[in-house]
């Protein structure tokens, strides 16, 4: 079986943008890779933007093969689970 935990740390600034991003991920390569290219291109992106990423983008950027396609979709739903992107997109 396979074991995977990622979580991120943003920070927001006062017009919503993402100014820092930082993320801590336990899984294979592809599950580390994945968040690494998340969390790097949130970076300067609105919260609200950061709600369109989609997993197929990462997985295409990865070149991540079919079996490991689970890891860019796990790490699109970490960054858009997070409760700061969940509390900022209200403000």
Request: glycine share 4%; charged share 20%.
């Amino acid at each position: 079986s396979s074991y995977f935990l990622t979580t991120f740390q943003i920070k927001v600034d006062d017009s919503s943008h993402i100014t820092d991003s930082r993320f801590k991920t336990f899984g294979c390569g592809a599950s580390i890779a994945a968040s690494s290219v998340t969390s790097e291109w949130v970076k300067g992106e609105t919260v609200s933007e950061v709600l369109t990423i989609n997993n197929t983008a990462n997985a295409k950027h990865l070149r991540l093969p079919p079996v490991k396609l689970h890891c860019s979709v796990l790490t699109e739903d970490a960054i858009k689970k997070k409760k700061a992107i969940a509390d900022a997109a209200v403000a």
